[in-house]
């Protein structure tokens, strides 16, 4: 392999329904800074059926080009198919550097397509950067339980693979006037030939607790003491209208359902407000909350961790300062007569 021949930075453009997924668009704005770095083009590959119009909308958000393969075979995401499509694109073109969204199918699209062409793949990486000397991907997760960061490179082999999830990476301002060129590729699928068959589409209607969509959330840990002293999150949250979060210590201690933990193994979050209370601060916490617009931080340990990301902190006891807090949003509330607002 001449690595010499890899150049660009490609980025998986999932779509479902013929709307693009958030976490497609935050990865162009990182590999927007990747390309611009290494000086080389942005592309975004685009697969499906009837998406041509979703072109445009990818190089608004910072693609230079967009590979489109448009194909009735590929309606619905299945792994063979889209491997297949990625592979084909890939061999001919030779990007140096693929980013995917951490999703259920860009995880399984990248695991599968770095199989088959024999390359590496960092998982759930939360930062991105490149070396300019060695133009190596540095791919930078948490590891050994959160404890450590670790960087991953792939130093023989190309190209250079990562999912990343939602909401690690922030997407570019689009903009409609930008210009980029769209390469139509064609491929040889069969329905008859796939080995998977797609039947029906079940949507998930339960009613689950999206915390990577809130505004507010009021997140508490250990530091909270047992599950008695945890109803104070929950108080606390109801007063000012939040979401309620966990660390991964609350879930496993059965204080909160998972779909409620925030950090590496849970939900990835970019509230307007955090609250982090009780928390140390673990990097396993940290990567899944850093980018919240304004972080309040409470904890009686004035060294700990989750204070230097904190826009504000508070040092004190949680079951001493919550129920002040609560007092206080609660007169504001019938002062402000009803909701806050936090536009």
């Known amino acids: 392999m001449n690595l010499d021949d890899y150049r660009g930075v490609w980025v998986f453009i999932e779509q479902n329904d013929g709307k693009i997924e958030g976490v497609s668009l935050e990865l162009l704005g990182a590999g927007r800074k990747l390309a611009d770095k290494l000086q080389v083009p942005l592309s975004g590959f685009l697969l499906g059926e009837g998406i041509r119009n979703l072109a445009q909308q990818v190089i608004a958000y910072g693609a230079d080009q967009v590979y489109l393969i448009d194909h009735p075979v590929l309606k619905h995401y299945r792994t063979e198919s889209y491997m297949k499509g990625v592979i084909t694109i890939a061999e001919h073109y030779k990007p140096e550097i693929i980013l995917y969204g951490a999703t259920p199918n860009g995880k399984d699209l990248a695991s599968a397509v770095a199989t088959d062409l024999n390359t590496?793949?960092?998982?759930?990486?939360?930062?991105?950067?490149?070396?300019?000397?060695?133009?190596?991907?540095?791919?930078?997760?948490?590891?050994?339980?959160?404890?450590?960061?670790?960087?991953?490179?792939?130093?023989?082999?190309?190209?250079?693979?990562?999912?990343?999830?939602?909401?690690?990476?922030?997407?570019?301002?689009?903009?409609?006037?930008?210009?980029?060129?769209?390469?139509?590729?064609?491929?040889?699928?069969?329905?008859?030939?796939?080995?998977?068959?797609?039947?029906?589409?079940?949507?998930?209607?339960?009613?689950?607790?999206?915390?990577?969509?809130?505004?507010?959330?009021?997140?508490?840990?250990?530091?909270?003491?047992?599950?008695?002293?945890?109803?104070?999150?929950?108080?606390?949250?109801?007063?000012?209208?939040?979401?309620?979060?966990?660390t991964r210590d609350v879930v496993e201690a059965g204080w909160l359902p998972h779909e409620q933990q925030v950090g590496q193994t849970g939900e990835t979050v970019t509230p307007k407000i955090y609250f982090a209370i009780g928390i140390s601060g673990a990097i396993q916490h940290v990567v899944g909350m850093k980018n919240s617009e304004l972080i309040?931080?409470?904890?009686?340990?004035?060294?700990?961790?989750?204070?230097?990301?904190?826009?504000?902190?508070?040092?004190?006891?949680?079951?001493?300062?919550?129920?002040?807090?609560?007092?206080?949003?609660?007169?504001?509330?019938?002062?402000?007569?009803?909701e806050l607002s936090y536009a």
């Open 296 to 338: 309040i931080a409470i904890n009686k340990d004035p060294n700990a961790p989750i204070f230097d990301v904190a826009t504000f902190g508070i040092v004190g006891d949680a079951m001493e300062i919550v129920p002040r807090l609560i007092e206080q949003f609660k007169s504001l509330r019938i002062e402000k007569g009803g």
């Open 120 to 246: 590496g793949l960092t998982a759930d990486t939360t930062m991105l950067d490149v070396d300019l000397d060695s133009r190596l991907l540095e791919a930078s997760r948490p590891a050994f339980g959160g404890n450590i960061m670790a960087t991953i490179l792939c130093k023989k082999h190309r190209p250079q693979m990562a999912t990343v999830r939602p909401k690690v990476m922030k997407a570019l301002v689009p903009d409609t006037n930008r210009a980029g060129k769209i390469i139509e590729e064609e491929i040889s699928l069969k329905e008859e030939e796939m080995r998977t068959k797609v039947l029906q589409i079940v949507n998930d209607v339960t009613k689950k607790t999206n915390l990577a969509d809130a505004h507010v959330i009021v997140c508490g840990g250990k530091g909270m003491g047992d599950l008695q002293n945890f109803q104070l999150i929950h108080e606390f949250a109801e007063t000012i209208g939040a979401s309620v979060g966990g």
